[in-house]
Protein backbone atom coordinates (compact mmCIF):
# COMPACT_ATOMS: atom_id res chain seq x y z
CA UNK A 1 0.00 0.00 0.00
CA UNK A 2 1.30 3.25 -1.27
CA UNK A 3 0.96 6.45 0.89
CA UNK A 4 0.02 9.77 -0.65
CA UNK A 5 1.07 12.48 2.02
CA UNK A 6 -0.09 16.14 1.56
CA UNK A 7 1.01 18.35 4.37
CA UNK A 8 0.66 21.88 5.73
CA UNK A 9 4.74 22.95 5.85
CA UNK A 10 3.86 24.47 9.60
CA UNK A 11 2.70 20.66 10.44
CA UNK A 12 5.88 18.80 8.74
CA UNK A 13 7.13 18.31 12.08
CA UNK A 14 3.98 15.59 12.21
CA UNK A 15 4.87 13.97 9.19
CA UNK A 16 5.53 10.45 10.78
CA UNK A 17 2.56 10.28 12.87
CA UNK A 18 0.32 11.17 10.11
CA UNK A 19 1.72 8.64 7.95
CA UNK A 20 0.74 5.94 10.69
CA UNK A 21 -2.45 7.69 10.82
CA UNK A 22 -4.60 5.77 8.76
CA UNK A 23 -3.49 2.55 11.12
CA UNK A 24 -4.22 3.90 13.89
CA UNK A 25 -7.67 5.60 12.97
CA UNK A 26 -9.77 3.19 15.26
CA UNK A 27 -8.12 5.42 18.44
CA UNK A 28 -10.20 8.51 18.11
CA UNK A 29 -12.63 9.29 19.48
CA UNK A 30 -15.85 9.20 17.24
CA UNK A 31 -17.54 12.55 16.28
CA UNK A 32 -19.42 11.58 13.66
CA UNK A 33 -19.85 8.16 12.01
CA UNK A 34 -21.91 8.03 8.96
CA UNK A 35 -20.97 7.72 5.11
CA UNK A 36 -18.12 9.20 6.24
CA UNK A 37 -16.58 9.11 9.75
CA UNK A 38 -15.18 11.94 11.73
CA UNK A 39 -12.64 11.09 14.61
CA UNK A 40 -11.03 13.66 16.92
CA UNK A 41 -7.30 12.77 17.99
CA UNK A 42 -4.43 14.40 19.98
CA UNK A 43 -1.03 14.52 17.81
CA UNK A 44 2.03 13.73 19.88
CA UNK A 45 2.89 17.30 20.10
CA UNK A 46 -0.23 18.06 22.18
CA UNK A 47 -2.22 19.61 18.50
CA UNK A 48 -5.85 18.53 18.81
CA UNK A 49 -7.19 17.63 15.44
CA UNK A 50 -9.69 16.08 13.54
CA UNK A 51 -9.87 13.50 10.81
CA UNK A 52 -12.14 12.95 8.57
CA UNK A 53 -12.16 9.17 6.77
CA UNK A 54 -14.30 9.37 3.73
CA UNK A 55 -16.54 6.45 2.55
CA UNK A 56 -15.53 3.85 0.01
CA UNK A 57 -16.34 4.84 -3.42
CA UNK A 58 -16.73 2.79 -6.54
CA UNK A 59 -14.15 1.25 -8.32
CA UNK A 60 -14.52 3.30 -11.44
CA UNK A 61 -14.75 6.89 -9.32
CA UNK A 62 -11.61 5.43 -7.13
CA UNK A 63 -9.91 5.02 -10.44
CA UNK A 64 -10.62 8.62 -11.48
CA UNK A 65 -9.64 10.20 -8.27
CA UNK A 66 -6.36 8.69 -8.36
CA UNK A 67 -5.49 9.80 -11.88
CA UNK A 68 -7.36 12.39 -13.34
CA UNK A 69 -9.39 14.44 -10.52
CA UNK A 70 -8.43 15.49 -7.15
CA UNK A 71 -9.79 13.07 -4.34
CA UNK A 72 -12.18 14.98 -2.04
CA UNK A 73 -9.40 14.70 0.93
CA UNK A 74 -6.80 16.37 -1.45
CA UNK A 75 -9.46 19.19 -2.34
CA UNK A 76 -10.86 19.64 1.48
CA UNK A 77 -6.94 20.21 2.04
CA UNK A 78 -6.67 22.65 -0.97
CA UNK A 79 -9.83 24.54 -0.77
CA UNK A 80 -9.02 25.18 3.24
CA UNK A 81 -5.97 26.76 2.38
CA UNK A 82 -7.86 28.53 -0.26
CA UNK A 83 -10.93 30.02 2.09
CA UNK A 84 -8.37 30.92 4.26
CA UNK A 85 -6.07 32.97 1.56
CA UNK A 86 -9.38 34.54 0.72
CA UNK A 87 -10.04 35.43 4.21
CA UNK A 88 -12.54 33.14 5.65
CA UNK A 89 -12.66 30.95 8.71
CA UNK A 90 -11.92 27.22 8.14
CA UNK A 91 -10.20 25.20 10.41
CA UNK A 92 -6.60 25.08 9.47
CA UNK A 93 -5.74 22.24 7.43
CA UNK A 94 -3.64 19.96 8.59
CA UNK A 95 -3.16 17.25 5.97
CA UNK A 96 -4.73 15.03 3.66
CA UNK A 97 -3.73 11.18 3.59
CA UNK A 98 -4.49 9.03 0.11
CA UNK A 99 -3.58 5.02 0.63
CA UNK A 100 -3.41 3.74 -3.36
CA UNK A 101 -3.21 -0.04 -3.58
CA UNK A 102 -1.95 -0.97 -7.22
CA UNK A 103 -1.92 2.48 -8.10
CA UNK A 104 -5.60 2.66 -7.40
CA UNK A 105 -7.51 5.21 -4.33
CA UNK A 106 -7.90 2.68 -1.92
CA UNK A 107 -8.73 4.98 1.29
CA UNK A 108 -8.55 8.93 2.37
CA UNK A 109 -8.14 11.08 5.50
CA UNK A 110 -8.29 15.10 5.79
CA UNK A 111 -6.94 16.23 8.83
CA UNK A 112 -7.71 19.36 10.07
CA UNK A 113 -6.80 21.48 13.37
CA UNK A 114 -9.69 20.75 15.89
CA UNK A 115 -12.15 24.12 16.53
CA UNK A 116 -15.34 24.20 19.51
CA UNK A 117 -17.57 25.98 17.44
CA UNK A 118 -20.72 24.55 16.67
CA UNK A 119 -23.02 23.91 13.58
CA UNK A 120 -25.43 26.56 12.94
CA UNK A 121 -28.36 23.97 12.42
CA UNK A 122 -29.66 24.16 16.07
CA UNK A 123 -30.66 27.66 16.42
CA UNK A 124 -31.77 28.41 12.78
CA UNK A 125 -33.36 25.00 11.82
CA UNK A 126 -34.04 22.74 14.72
CA UNK A 127 -35.12 26.23 17.18
CA UNK A 128 -38.77 26.60 17.12
CA UNK A 129 -38.28 30.53 16.62
CA UNK A 130 -34.80 30.99 14.87
CA UNK A 131 -32.32 33.40 15.84
CA UNK A 132 -32.95 36.23 13.53
CA UNK A 133 -29.19 37.78 14.21
CA UNK A 134 -27.30 34.96 13.26
CA UNK A 135 -29.79 34.60 10.11
CA UNK A 136 -28.38 37.87 9.13
CA UNK A 137 -24.62 36.63 9.83
CA UNK A 138 -25.56 34.11 7.15
CA UNK A 139 -26.55 36.10 4.48
CA UNK A 140 -23.53 38.57 4.79
CA UNK A 141 -20.93 35.38 4.59
CA UNK A 142 -22.87 34.52 1.26
CA UNK A 143 -22.53 37.73 -0.37
CA UNK A 144 -18.87 37.62 1.14
CA UNK A 145 -18.50 34.41 -0.56
CA UNK A 146 -19.69 35.19 -3.93
CA UNK A 147 -18.38 38.29 -3.97
CA UNK A 148 -14.77 37.13 -3.93
CA UNK A 149 -15.75 33.90 -6.23
CA UNK A 150 -16.26 31.42 -3.93
CA UNK A 151 -18.99 28.94 -4.45
CA UNK A 152 -19.51 26.14 -1.55
CA UNK A 153 -20.58 23.31 -2.99
CA UNK A 154 -22.92 22.43 0.15
CA UNK A 155 -23.49 25.56 2.40
CA UNK A 156 -25.60 23.51 4.57
CA UNK A 157 -26.57 24.65 8.04
CA UNK A 158 -24.30 21.90 9.34
CA UNK A 159 -21.76 23.54 7.42
CA UNK A 160 -21.31 26.78 8.65
CA UNK A 161 -19.99 26.56 12.32
CA UNK A 162 -20.47 29.79 14.65
CA UNK A 163 -18.73 30.61 17.96
CA UNK A 164 -19.43 33.68 19.96
CA UNK A 165 -16.37 35.57 21.33
CA UNK A 166 -16.68 37.38 25.14
CA UNK A 167 -17.78 40.30 23.84
CA UNK A 168 -21.04 38.64 22.22
CA UNK A 169 -19.74 38.93 18.47
CA UNK A 170 -20.10 35.88 16.34
CA UNK A 171 -17.48 34.50 13.82
CA UNK A 172 -18.67 32.15 11.03
CA UNK A 173 -16.64 28.95 10.02
CA UNK A 174 -16.85 26.81 7.06
CA UNK A 175 -16.21 22.85 6.66
CA UNK A 176 -16.96 20.07 4.46
CA UNK A 177 -15.26 22.44 1.18
CA UNK A 178 -14.29 19.84 -0.92
CA UNK A 179 -17.34 20.48 -3.24
CA UNK A 180 -16.35 23.85 -3.11
CA UNK A 181 -15.37 26.06 -7.24
CA UNK A 182 -13.71 29.58 -7.33
CA UNK A 183 -14.88 31.69 -10.09
CA UNK A 184 -13.73 35.61 -11.51
CA UNK A 185 -17.32 36.29 -11.39
CA UNK A 186 -20.01 34.34 -10.12
CA UNK A 187 -23.61 35.43 -11.55
CA UNK A 188 -26.90 36.27 -9.95
CA UNK A 189 -28.27 33.28 -11.16
CA UNK A 190 -25.21 30.56 -10.38
CA UNK A 191 -25.02 32.86 -6.57
CA UNK A 192 -29.30 32.81 -5.69
CA UNK A 193 -28.83 28.47 -6.80
CA UNK A 194 -26.19 28.82 -4.14
CA UNK A 195 -28.10 30.73 -2.07
CA UNK A 196 -30.99 28.18 -2.08
CA UNK A 197 -28.68 25.28 -0.80
CA UNK A 198 -28.58 26.59 2.74
CA UNK A 199 -31.60 25.37 4.30
CA UNK A 200 -35.36 24.34 3.73
CA UNK A 201 -36.67 26.18 6.45
CA UNK A 202 -38.93 28.26 4.67
CA UNK A 203 -39.34 31.11 7.16
CA UNK A 204 -35.56 31.45 7.67
CA UNK A 205 -34.92 31.09 4.25
CA UNK A 206 -37.43 34.08 3.61
CA UNK A 207 -35.07 36.42 5.84
CA UNK A 208 -31.86 34.49 4.59
CA UNK A 209 -32.51 35.27 1.16
CA UNK A 210 -34.53 38.56 1.88
CA UNK A 211 -31.49 40.25 3.88
CA UNK A 212 -28.98 38.89 0.65
CA UNK A 213 -31.11 40.89 -1.37
CA UNK A 214 -31.17 43.87 0.65
CA UNK A 215 -27.48 43.73 1.10
CA UNK A 216 -26.69 43.39 -2.26
CA UNK A 217 -29.14 46.16 -3.67
CA UNK A 218 -31.69 43.14 -5.50
CA UNK A 219 -35.43 43.44 -5.16
CA UNK A 220 -35.95 41.46 -2.39
CA UNK A 221 -39.77 39.72 -3.16
CA UNK A 222 -37.78 38.79 -6.71
CA UNK A 223 -35.11 37.45 -4.90
CA UNK A 224 -37.32 35.07 -2.84
CA UNK A 225 -39.19 33.84 -4.88
CA UNK A 226 -36.62 32.73 -7.22
CA UNK A 227 -35.09 31.20 -4.78
CA UNK A 228 -38.02 28.88 -3.44
CA UNK A 229 -38.90 28.23 -7.28
CA UNK A 230 -35.05 26.82 -7.35
CA UNK A 231 -35.80 25.26 -3.58
CA UNK A 232 -38.82 23.84 -4.85
CA UNK A 233 -37.40 22.38 -7.95
CA UNK A 234 -34.96 20.58 -6.08
CA UNK A 235 -37.15 19.05 -3.82
CA UNK A 236 -39.22 17.56 -6.52
CA UNK A 237 -35.93 15.98 -8.25
CA UNK A 238 -34.23 14.83 -5.00
CA UNK A 239 -37.89 12.97 -4.38
CA UNK A 240 -37.87 11.44 -7.77
CA UNK A 241 -34.74 9.85 -7.03
CA UNK A 242 -35.72 8.53 -4.43
CA UNK A 243 -38.32 7.27 -5.79
CA UNK A 244 -36.54 5.23 -8.35
CA UNK A 245 -33.74 4.44 -6.01
CA UNK A 246 -36.74 2.76 -3.96
CA UNK A 247 -38.25 1.34 -7.24
CA UNK A 248 -34.82 -0.64 -8.44
CA UNK A 249 -33.64 -1.13 -4.85
CA UNK A 250 -30.40 1.17 -4.86
CA UNK A 251 -29.54 1.97 -1.57
Known amino acids: MKTRLKINPSYSALSDWL ?9 GTVIYRGRNEIRRFTAPDGTDLVVKRFGRLP ?11 R ?9 GKRYLDLGFNTPEPVAS ?62 NILY ?21 RHISKRAALKNLM ?14 RYATLRGLDPIKTVDKVFTSLNRFE ?6 HRLKHIFGIN
Do not use: C, W
Open 19 to 27: SQLPDDFGR
Open 59 to 69: LLRRVIYSTVV
Open 71 to 79: SKASRSFDY
Open 97 to 158: IELLKGGILADAYYVSLYSPAEPLFGPLVKADRFDSALADEVAQLMIDLHAKGAIHGDPNLK
Open 163 to 183: NRGDDASVTLSLIDTNRSSFR
Open 197 to 210: RVSHRRDLMRQIAG
Open 236 to 241: RNRSFR
